[in-house]
T-cell receptor
């Protein structure tokens, strides 16, 4: 099993460009999450998907959109990138709904917006 | 004030030492997670606690719900334990899907 995979690993964008971060899990998990990690701050939840067909905003959703394409895949889209979105992005998944279950993280995507 | 505070922020130890990392939180919680982030960036879940104590190998996690405090202990530390250790809590009043994370403790174990 690959676990949680993310693509790309690194990306550099110019202000105003758009891109989609891809995430897939092969553990048949119900819930999936997108986080961002910034220096000096804890991980923050951007969006989550409790189950296939549902998505909800997290703590810092502005400037992002998500799609739960199927049970395996959960993508994060930046429509018009801004320098404030420079960060490391992690996708995670958990078997059961909610955060009382172990979360499994992808390797991260390091995004720089110039 | 952050809901989750970790101490110390940085910790340097010699191989073989007993290590303690602390996590204090200010809200009522239903679960607390300890995670490890390696220098390469990958994040691994170590423990999830709602009460008492859990042990896995050389790692021990404890939680005191009344005092709103948890500790992560590493016995017989080794250079491969060098990583950032992160505490995260699920508030009983918040979304079932939201964890609040601490800023992490950077542990360096020297040979």
């Amino acid at each position: 099993n690959a676990g949680v995979t993310q693509t790309p690993k690194f990306q550099v964008l110019k202000t105003g460009q758009s891109m989609t971060l891809q995430c897939a899990q092969d553990m048949n998990h119900n819930s999936m999450y997108w986080y961002r990690q910034d220096p000096g701050m804890g991980l923050r939840l951007i969006y989550y998907s409790a189950s296939e067909g549902t998505t909800d905003k997290g703590e810092v959703p502005n400037g992002y959109n998500v799609s739960r394409l199927n049970k395996r895949e959960f993508s994060l889209r930046l429509e018009s990138a801004a320098p404030s979105q420079t960060s490391v992005y992690f996708c995670a998944s958990s078997a059961a709904a909610g955060t009382k279950d172990t979360q499994y993280f992808g390797p991260g995507t390091r995004l720089t917006v110039l | 004030k952050n809901e989750v505070e970790q101490s110390p922020q940085n910790l340097t130890a010699q191989e073989g030492e007993f290590i303690t990392i602390n996590c204090s939180y200010s809200v009522g919680i239903s679960a607390l997670h300890w995670l490890q982030q390696h220098p390469g960036g990958g994040i691994v879940s170590l423990f999830m606690l709602s009460s008492g104590k859990k042990k896995h190998g050389r790692l021990i996690a404890t939680i005191n719900i009344q005092e709103k405090h948890s500790s992560l202990h590493i016995t017989a530390s080794h250079p491969r334990d060098s990583a950032v250790y992160i505490c995260a809590v699920r508030s009983i009043e918040g979304s079932n899907y939201k964890l609040t994370f601490g800023k992490g403790t950077l542990l360096t174990v020297n040979p």
